[in-house]
């Protein structure tokens, strides 16, 4: 029984053995920043209104 819960435990990536990959978070640039802004006004998620405001923001910090 041991065994198969250490071969399932293994075979499901719930036990980390040799390190694997880091993966560290990386800020989004602002052209990607841009890119998911206008998706956002395209979906409807935000108003052009709310769109010009962050978009401004976003170029004013660069």
């Not at 036990?15 to 978070?25: D, R, V």
């Amino acid at each position: 029984m041991t065994v198969s819960f250490l071969a399932i435990t293994f075979l499901t990536g719930c036990l980390n053995i040799g390190g694997g990959t880091k993966s560290e978070s990386q800020q989004p640039t602002i052209g990607q920043q841009l890119v998911d802004l206008q998706k956002a006004k395209e979906s409807g998620a935000i108003t052009d209104a709310e769109y010009q405001v962050q978009k401004s923001k976003l170029l004013d910090n660069k």
